[in-house]
C-alpha cells in the first residue's frame, strides 16, 4: 500500500461548532486524470464502491449503490454538489439510519503522485469510529483498483489488520 497503516488511518478533528471531521489522505504514483477516472467512471467505481445511476452533472441527483456492503444493496438518492474535473469532487446522498453524509474528495498532483483529500463531517455526538473503518476500508479497494496491492478479502480480516489502530479489533 502507499502508506504504512498509521498515516492511512483517518483522523478525526473538531470543528469550531463541535462537529466531527473526518479526513483520510491516500496518495499514489498515477496521475490525476487516472485517479479521478477510478472515482467517477462507471466501471471503475462498481469495482471498488459501487454504482452510481443518474445524470452526471452539478446539481444532478441519482442514485448511489454501496455494492461491497453485507445483505441486499439499497440506493439512496445522492446529488453532486461540485465537480470540478479532474481535481474536485463533492456529493452528498440520504442515509436512512443518519444524517445525510457530504463528501468531499479533493485531488492535487505533486512530486509525481497524485494525493487525495478525503474529508466528511459529523455531529457532535456521532461515534466516527466505525466510519472511518468503513471508509478506510473503501479507501484500500481504491487503492486496489490504482494497482495498490488488494485489500484483505473480506471485512473481517480487515477488521483484524486495522481494527487496533480505530481502538477495535
Known amino acids: 500500500m502507499t502508506e504504512d497503516l498509521d498515516t492511512r488511518r483517518g483522523t478525526v478533528t473538531t470543528e469550531a461548532d463541535g462537529r466531527q471531521r473526518l479526513e483520510f489522505r491516500r496518495s499514489w504514483p498515477d496521475p490525476i486524470e487516472d485517479v479521478w477516472a477510478a472515482l467517477t467512471e462507471p466501471?471503475?467505481?462498481?469495482?471498488?464502491?459501487?454504482?452510481?445511476d443518474g445524470v452526471r452533472a452539478?446539481?444532478?441527483?441519482?442514485?448511489?449503490?454501496?455494492?461491497h456492503e453485507e445483505g441486499e444493496p439499497v440506493g439512496e438518492p445522492m446529488t453532486i454538489l461540485e465537480c470540478d474535473?479532474?481535481?474536485r469532487l463533492v456529493v452528498e446522498w440520504t442515509q436512512q439510519e443518519t444524517e445525510d453524509w457530504r463528501v468531499d474528495l479533493?485531488?492535487?498532483?505533486?512530486?509525481?503522485?497524485?494525493?487525495?483529500?478525503?474529508?466528511?463531517?459529523?455531529?457532535?455526538?456521532?461515534?466516527?469510529t466505525d466510519f472511518a473503518m468503513g471508509w478506510h476500508w473503501?479507501?484500500?479497494?481504491?487503492?486496489?483498483?490504482?494497482?495498490?496491492?488488494?485489500?484483505?478479502?473480506?471485512?473481517?480480516?480487515?477488521l483484524a489488520e486495522v481494527g487496533p489502530a480505530y481502538g477495535r479489533g
Not at 466501471?43 to 452510481?52: E, F, P, Q, T
Not at 452539478?58 to 455494492?67: E, R
Not at 484483505?152 to 480480516?157: F, I, L, N, S, T
Open 85 to 87: 474535473p479532474p481535481r
Open 138 to 158: 473503501y479507501l484500500a479497494k481504491l487503492g486496489a483498483e490504482l494497482g495498490d496491492p488488494p485489500p484483505p478479502p473480506d471485512w473481517d480480516a480487515f
Open 43 to 52: 466501471d471503475r467505481l462498481a469495482r471498488w464502491i459501487g454504482r452510481y
Open 106 to 128: 479533493d485531488l492535487r498532483s505533486e512530486d509525481g503522485r497524485t494525493h487525495l483529500r478525503f474529508v466528511q463531517v459529523f455531529p457532535a455526538d456521532a461515534d466516527v
Open 58 to 67: 452539478v446539481g444532478a441527483t441519482g442514485t448511489f449503490v454501496m455494492t
